[in-house]
């Protein structure tokens, strides 16, 4: 079964309604009227409609989602700065941490240091080296 392009299918039939009803309106065709042509799309009609006001829901409730998640996370960061506050729990508390939160006793320094980790060659070596034999790793 071909597919259809819903947009197009809706455009053709608007286009056939509309010329049927200007030009012929009392005319059968196909051994029906308009009405009963009508009457008959009516359903692909309903469910396009039904498809654009699902769609104006989706999209208010994704902005009342929106809106509702911004609220809840600032009440979740009140909550998680009143733990760091707490003198019971605090920032090195099992309860920061089961919330996602590095405790302040685990956490890293941030600092590194970028040593080498391979002995530079020297030339000397190098020359030492080769007339040795040996390679140089």
């Known amino acids: 079964m071909p597919t259809h392009n819903p ?7 608007q286009k056939v309604m509309d010329a049927w009803e200007t030009l012929r309106p009392t005319k059968t065709f ?8 009508k009457a008959k799309v009516q359903p692909s009609q309903a469910a396009r409609d039904q498809l654009v006001t699902v769609q104006s829901q989706a999209k208010d409730n994704r902005q009342l989602r929106h809106e509702s ?16 506050g707490d003198p019971d729990e605090g920032e090195t508390s099992g309860l920061y941490a089961a919330m996602g939160y590095v405790p302040k006793n685990q956490r890293r ?3 590194t240091r970028k040593g080498s980790t391979t ?15 040996t390679t140089v790793k």
């Open 119 to 133: 002995t530079p060659v020297t030339p000397m070596a190098a020359s030492a080296a080769t007339t040795t034999g």
């Open 69 to 84: 998640d911004t609220s809840s996370l600032e009440l979740a960061q009140l909550v998680v700065n009143a733990i760091k």
């Open 109 to 111: 320094s941030g600092l």
């Open 30 to 37: 196909g051994g029906m009227t308009l009405e009963q042509f």
């Open 7 to 13: 947009k197009r299918v809706a455009e053709k039939l």
